[in-house]
């Protein structure tokens, strides 16, 4: 029976019940061994650049469903009004989007006029991106 980690996908748990090195089924389970199989794992990903426009921003961050909601992403300045980062973002099975917002001056969080917008299960709005299908995708190892 495998197990995997959803934390590090590079890391696989294996419980060796049952094999012929480790204890069988009823013996005792506390002497089961674990162990660390570090395997290559093929990622998909994709890249997707962030635009906000902020006259008056000393500062705009970017939080959204790919980083918890932690607003730990810092956009830089490019021009006059115009903020921009762009991001690899992992491509998941059964997520078919990522819901963003961003943080102006640390205080105000904002959707942009000019990326499509959703509603969450509570009524807020949020800007949004599709994630690709798997051929639209950059392999990594």
């Known amino acids: 029976m495998f197990n995997f980690d959803s934390e590090d996908s590079d890391i696989r748990r294996r419980s060796n019940q049952g094999s012929p090195d480790f204890p069988h089924e009823g013996e005792n389970p506390e002497l089961t061994p674990e ?4 395997l290559p794992v093929r990622r998909y ?14 500062r ?15 956009l830089k ?10 991001l690899t973002l992992p491509i998941i099975d059964g997520q078919d989007q990522y819901e963003y917002k961003f943080i ?38």
């Open 77 to 86: 300045k490019v021009s006059g009004d115009t903020w921009k980062e762009t």
């Open 35 to 38: 162990f660390h199989l570090h």
């Open 104 to 141: 102006l001056n640390d205080k105000d969080w904002l959707v942009s006029r000019e990326s499509p917008i959703t509603r969450d299960k509570s009524g807020n709005e949020n800007n949004y991106l599709v994630v690709p299908r798997e051929q639209d995708h950059t392999t990594t190892t």
């Open 45 to 58: 990903e994709f890249t997707h650049e962030f635009v906000f426009r902020a006259q008056h921003a000393s």
């Open 60 to 74: 705009v961050r970017l939080a959204g469903s790919f980083n918890d909601w932690q607003p730990s992403i810092d």
